[in-house]
């Protein structure tokens, strides 16, 4: 069993900031990659950031410049920093993770959290 649990997530003034944590917890034998979606009323869920084992990371354009994501591997935890906060950042962001178990190691599953709600006013 593996569980993804973000926290961070509050309202927020336009051109605030945010820090989004999300804590991978349970049989875990490796992280392949994390990552933070998005997903506002009306849209389709929306990859914002991803980070890799080696550490290298992408950005969808939206982004780049204002967030960044990095990990602590001792903690299992991957963070998101959220800089110059716009209105139209206003979403659910859900934790997402490529996880091989102890369990099963010869496969990598997907895993998700529950979501933290973040609200940018103007």
């Known amino acids: 069993q593996v569980q993804l649990v973000e926290s961070g997530g509050t309202l927020v003034q336009a051109g605030g900031s945010l820090r989004l944590s999300c804590a991978a917890s349970?049989?875990?034998?490796?992280?392949?990659?994390m990552g933070w979606y998005r997903q506002a009323p009306g849209k389709q869920r929306e990859l914002v950031a991803g980070?890799?084992?080696?550490?290298?990371?992408n950005y969808t354009d939206s982004v780049k410049g204002r967030f960044t994501i990095s990990k602590d591997n001792a903690k299992n935890t991957v963070y998101l920093q959220m800089n110059s906060l716009k209105p139209e950042d206003t979403a659910v962001y859900y934790c997402?993770?490529?996880?091989?178990?102890?369990?099963?190691?010869?496969?990598?599953?997907?895993?998700w959290g529950q979501g933290t709600q973040v609200t940018v006013s103007s």
């Open positions: 349970g049989s875990i034998f490796s992280i392949n990659a």
């Open positions: 980070i890799a084992s080696g550490g290298r990371t």
């Open positions: 997402n993770a490529r996880i091989v178990t102890r369990g099963d190691v010869m496969n990598e599953y997907t895993y």
